[in-house]
C-alpha cells in the first residue's frame, strides 16, 4: 500500500472501498440518544489477545483481593488454597459457564491446581479467567462474568461504616492507595483541582455574584488579614468551581439507597507573593446554588466535620461531571465520531487516515462495551454514580453537544477558563505537562500534513477531507459541534489544529482523566461517586457519623473500587509508537524520530518538574496511550 492523495476528478462519494466501509461502519443514534456510535461492531474493530492479556492481569488483582476481603481465610494456608476452592466451588455451582471450550480448558487446569496448586504469581487464574473472558462475549465491564461476580459477593461487606478504618479492610491483598494518608489535608484538596482526575473545571474570577456571597471575614479568616477578595480578585488570584449543571438533577436510588447529586460553588486563592511554587489555598464551600439558609457559606473555621462535609460534597460533584462529561462524552465519544467518519470517508491509503487511524484502535470496541453494559440501567454507572441512570445519559449528551470544538485547542481552552498564566497560577501541572504534548503532537502533524499539502488549496481540493469534514458535523453523520469551517476546511492552519485536537484527546486527554481512577477515585473516602446524605445536614451541627454516613456504604465502595482500578489500570499501547512500517511513505520516518525524541525530552522534563512540585505523573509521555481502548 502507499500513501495516495485523491485526484481532482475522483470523488469521495463513489470510491468502491469507501463503499464497503460504509456499510460496514453505520451510525447509531439510539444507544445514548442522539450521540452518534457505531451501530453493529465491525469485524477487525475487536480488540487483540495482548489486549486481553493485560486486562486478564488487572481483573486477577482485583478478583483475589475481592475474594479475601469477603471470604476471609478460611483456615486456608495460603491466599493461593483459597482461590483454589473458589475455582472449584464455581465449577460445582455452575458459576462457571457451561461452554464446551471453556470446560475443556477447565479440565486441564484444574488437575494441574489439584495436583501442585497455584503458582507464586496465580499465571492459572490468568489462564482461566483469560478462557472465560474470550469465550464469553468480550462484555467485559458487564455480565461476562456476572455468574462469578454473583458467587464472588457472597460475604461481601455491606453497610454504612463506623470508622474509616472500615474502608481499609477492603484492600487485605493490595496496598491501601496512597492517597488515603492524604486526602483530607486542604492543600491536597485544592491540588485536585489542578493536578486530579478532573483537572478542567477551575476558572479564574474578578468577583463573586450574588449567589455565591462569601465575606471579606469569610476569606480573611482563611487568606489572612493583609488580605481581600477584591484585592485577590485584581491581582488575578480567585479561582471558582461551579457545578450549577447540576441544578435540579434527578437523585437515583438503584440499587437500594438513596443517592443525591449536589451542585456546590467553591472558591480557592493563590496566595499573595512572588514564589512561583505557590499552591491553591481552598477558602469556602456553599454545598448549593441558591445562597441562605438551606446552604450556608462552609469554611475551614466552620467545624471540622462540616468543611470536610462541604469538601466531599464538591468532590461528589466533580465526579459525577468527570465521568458522564469529561471522560465519556468529551474522549471517549467524541474520538469515537471521528473514528466512525475516518473509516466511511478516507481510503486506507489516504494520508490522513494512515495518521488517525492508529489513534482510534480499540475506541469503538471499548465504547461498544459500555454502551452494552456500563452507561446501560443497572450498570455501573446507574449502580455507583448519584443520578439516576437517565439523567447521567443527559449530562453526557449535554456535555458532547456543548463542547465547541473550534475552541476546545488547549491554548484556547486554557485562556477561556483564564487559568493559562503560570504566574497568576503557578502550580498547574495538568496544564503546563499538558502544553508540552500539544505542542509536541501539533509539530508532528504539521510537519506530516506539509509533505502532501503545500497550500491552503490543496486542502480544499480534496475531495475525501471535504467528505470527512462534512460527515463528521452531520447530523447524519458524527453529529460533533462547531467542527470545520463552513461545512469543509478551508486552510491548513484549521486542518493541523483539529488533527492536533483530535490526537491529543484520543491520547493524552484520556490519560489524563482515566488513569486518576485508580490511584485517586478507587480510594472511596476521598472520592465517592455518590453522596447518601442530603446537604441540607450542614444546616446543623453535624458529627463525624455524619460524614461517615454521607460516603458510600461497604457494598457500594467495593464495587467502586473494582471498576475504577481496571479502568485505570490497563495501559495498552504508547503515544508515538505507530505499528511497524504504517506509514509507507518514507519521508515520514524522520519526522517519527523526531516526535518520538520531542516526547522523551518531555519526559525528562516532567520528571524535573516532579522534584519540586507535589508529583503529577499521569502525562508522562511513557503512560500515555496512543489510543482510548478501556
Request: proline residues 7%; charged residues 20%.
Amino acid at each position: 500500500m502507499t500513501t495516495s492523495l485523491p485526484n481532482n476528478s475522483s470523488s469521495a462519494s463513489s470510491n468502491p472501498s469507501l463503499e464497503i466501509a460504509r456499510q460496514r461502519y453505520t451510525y447509531n443514534y439510539s444507544y445514548i440518544p442522539p450521540m452518534a456510535m457505531v451501530d453493529q461492531l465491525p469485524d477487525g474493530e475487536g480488540f487483540p489477545t495482548r489486549w486481553f492479556l493485560l486486562l486478564v492481569k488487572e481483573l486477577k488483582i482485583i478478583f483475589v483481593n475481592t475474594l479475601i476481603t469477603n471470604r476471609g481465610n478460611r483456615g486456608s494456608e495460603s491466599i493461593r488454597d483459597d482461590v483454589k476452592l473458589f475455582i472449584l466451588e464455581a465449577v460445582l455451582k455452575g458459576a462457571i459457564p457451561a461452554n464446551i471450550s471453556v470446560i475443556a480448558r477447565l479440565l486441564q487446569i484444574i488437575p494441574q491446581m489439584l495436583i501442585r496448586g497455584f503458582s507464586t504469581d496465580f499465571r492459572e487464574l490468568d489462564d482461566l479467567l483469560f478462557s472465560l473472558i474470550k469465550e464469553s462475549g468480550v462484555l467485559i465491564l458487564g455480565d461476562s462474568l456476572s455468574r462469578i461476580r454473583k458467587l464472588l459477593d457472597q460475604g461481601k461487606p455491606t453497610g454504612h461504616v463506623k470508622s474509616l478504618e472500615d474502608y481499609q479492610k477492603l484492600f487485605p491483598v493490595i496496598p491501601v492507595p496512597a492517597i488515603a494518608d492524604s486526602f483530607q489535608e486542604d492543600e491536597v484538596f485544592a491540588y485536585m483541582r489542578v493536578a486530579g482526575y478532573n483537572p478542567v473545571m477551575i476558572q479564574r474570577v474578578t468577583s463573586l455574584g450574588d449567589k455565591f456571597p462569601v465575606t471579606d471575614a469569610d476569606y480573611q479568616g482563611v487568606m489572612g488579614s493583609d488580605d481581600s477578595l477584591a484585592v485577590a480578585g485584581e491581582e488575578g488570584r480567585l479561582y471558582l468551581l461551579d457545578y450549577a449543571i447540576f441544578k435540579g438533577a434527578i437523585n437515583g436510588s438503584f440499587p437500594t439507597a438513596q443517592k443525591y447529586l449536589y451542585a456546590p460553588l467553591a472558591l480557592f486563592a493563590v496566595p499573595k507573593g512572588s514564589d512561583p511554587n505557590r499552591l491553591l489555598r481552598p477558602v469556602a464551600i456553599q454545598c448549593g446554588q441558591t445562597p441562605g439558609e438551606d446552604y450556608p457559606i462552609i469554611t475551614p473555621k466552620s467545624g471540622k466535620y462540616a468543611w470536610l462535609i462541604a469538601k466531599t460534597i464538591v468532590e461528589i460533584a466533580d465526579s459525577n461531571f468527570h465521568e458522564p462529561v469529561t471522560h465519556l462524552a468529551r474522549t471517549h465519544l467524541l474520538a469515537g465520531s471521528f473514528a466512525i467518519a475516518t473509516h466511511r470517508q478516507l481510503p486506507s491509503s489516504h494520508p490522513l487516515n494512515l495518521l488517525l487511524r492508529p489513534h482510534f484502535e480499540g475506541t469503538l470496541a471499548i465504547n461498544d462495551a459500555a454502551q452494552r453494559a456500563l452507561i446501560a440501567p443497572f450498570g455501573g454507572v446507574d449502580t455507583l454514580l448519584s443520578s439516576t441512570i437517565d439523567n447521567s445519559r443527559v449530562l453526557t449528551v449535554l456535555g458532547l453537544q456543548s463542547f465547541d470544538f473550534n475552541r476546545a485547542m488547549l491554548p484556547k481552552q486554557l485562556q477561556q477558563r483564564g487559568v493559562d498564566d503560570p504566574n497568576l497560577l503557578p502550580v498547574y501541572p495538568y496544564r503546563d505537562d499538558a502544553l508540552l504534548t500539544w505542542d509536541a503532537i501539533r509539530q508532528w502533524v504539521s510537519d506530516y500534513l506539509k509533505l502532501y499539502y503545500t497550500t491552503d488549496q490543496d486542502i480544499q481540493n480534496d475531495t475525501y477531507i471535504q467528505a470527512w469534514a462534512a460527515e463528521v458535523q452531520a447530523h447524519d453523520g458524527g453529529r460533533i459541534a462547531d467542527f470545520g469551517q463552513d461545512g469543509g476546511i478551508k486552510t491548513q492552519e484549521y486542518l493541523v489544529d483539529a488533527v492536533t485536537l483530535i490526537i491529543f484527546t484520543a491520547s493524552v486527554q484520556h490519560a489524563a482523566v482515566n488513569f486518576p481512577q485508580k490511584d485517586l477515585m478507587a480510594y472511596i473516602p476521598g472520592f465517592p461517586l455518590a453522596g447518601y446524605l442530603p446537604a441540607s445536614i450542614l444546616k446543623r451541627e453535624v458529627t463525624e457519623q455524619d460524614y461517615l454516613n454521607l460516603l458510600p456504604p461497604l457494598e457500594q465502595a467495593q464495587q467502586q473500587y473494582s471498576l475504577l482500578a481496571l479502568l485505570g489500570s490497563l495501559y495498552y499501547n504508547k503515544l508515538g509508537e505507530y505499528p511497524q512500517k504504517h506509514f509507507p511513505d518514507p519521508k515520514v520516518e524522520p519526522l517519527l524520530r523526531s516526535l518520538q525524541s520531542h516526547l522523551e525530552q518531555i519526559e525528562i522534563t516532567i520528571k524535573k518538574r516532579n522534584l519540586i512540585r507535589p508529583p503529577y505523573e499521569y502525562l508522562l509521555p511513557s503512560k500515555i496511550p496512543q489510543s482510548i481502548n478501556i
